[in-house]
């Protein structure tokens, strides 16, 4: 099982030096990639109907994942990075398929671009795009994207892009894993439909549980689960050990990725403190 870290972005933003210290200690430490999320506009939740239902307020700070994984890239050399999840369908498509490929090519193929829907039909607003149909366009958006990763010149005409015989150059050399996220049934169908893996935010038994949802829909598919990942992500452990054991859990139901969080763990607004809880954790993990 792979293990690796996500920066804590909502705690610790706009410093380069914060960032050299935590990639060089990821890769030290012998972490095997880096997480980060995405939010490009954060909003209040006071005063609206519809009421807005994520964790994440105007206080939380975020890095564009794409930009903050160019600048790792070159700091390290074996680290692989994962966006975990962007939100694709208020994004436009040809962007990022040039942004994931420029960050693969200069990694050297070391990118894996999660992908999901959201929550927050704030930030659709403000980025020009439609909440509601966001199922629908992030299911053609991952054709989408794999087409432009792939052919020199594209024709397309969907319900929500349009290109006109066009093409992002460069390309990658490899069609970049595409993995997806959610918390529902038809998260886990479309994840399976569409994916090379599925990204779960749960403790132990809540992503085993919804990784068996997954192998269901894989298995009507006929599509092989042995080649399909998952990954847990831990943010609801407050501690290392809880941390620990539910990677742990994931792993003996077959789990081939987990992601270790040290934000909203009460942990200083200092560096060194996040990297000593996730260097903690690795310890607790690695001696079960």
């Known amino acids: 099982m792979k293990i690796g870290v996500s920066y804590p972005v909502t705690e610790l933003a706009g410093n380069p030096d914060d960032i050299r210290k ?7 430490l012998g972490f095997s990639h880096m997480m980060a999320y995405d939010h ?11 009421k807005l239902t994520g964790p994440y307020t105007e206080k939380d700070s975020f890095h ?14 074996k680290l ?60 053609e958006q991952t054709g989408l994207l794999r087409e432009l990763w792939t052919t020199p010149v594209v024709n397309f005409q969907g319900r929500f892009d349009h290109i006109d015989r066009a093409g992002i150059n460069p390309r990658p050399r490899r069609q970049i894993p595409l993995w997806l996220g959610g918390h529902s049934e038809p998260a886990y169908e479309r994840g399976a439909r569409l994916g090379d893996g599925f990204i779960f935010a ?13 192998k269901h829909h ?45 934000m909203n763990k ?16 690795k310890r607790v993990i690695d001696a079960g």
């Open 266 to 281: 009460g942990l200083p607004r200092d560096m060194d403190a996040h990297i000593d809880f996730l260097a903690q954790t």
């Open 40 to 50: 490009v506009v954060k909003a209040p939740h006071e005063g609206r109907e519809p």
């Open 202 to 214: 749960a403790d132990g038994p809540g992503a085993v549980e919804a990784w068996g949802r997954v």
């Open 80 to 139: 692989e990075f994962v966006t975990g999840v962007l939100v694709l369908p208020q994004r436009q498509t040809a962007l990022v398929a040039q942004q994931a490929a420029d960050v693969d090519l200069l990694s050297r193929e070391r990118l894996r671009l999660g992908v999901g829907i959201g929550w927050n039909y704030v930030e659709y607003d403000a980025l020009g795009q439609d909440f509601k149909s966001r199922n629908k366009r992030l299911e």
């Open 64 to 77: 564009d994942p794409f930009v903050l994984f160019g600048f790792a890239a070159a700091l390290c050399t």
């Open 22 to 28: 935590f990639v060089h200690a990821a890769e030290e």
């Open 218 to 262: 894989l298995a009507a598919l006929g599509r092989d689960e042995n080649a399909f990942g998952r990954e847990l992500l831990t943010i609801f452990a407050r501690n290392q050990q809880e941390a620990a054991d539910a990677i742990k859990t994931f792993r003996d139901a077959g789990g081939t990725h987990g992601t270790v969080h040290s």
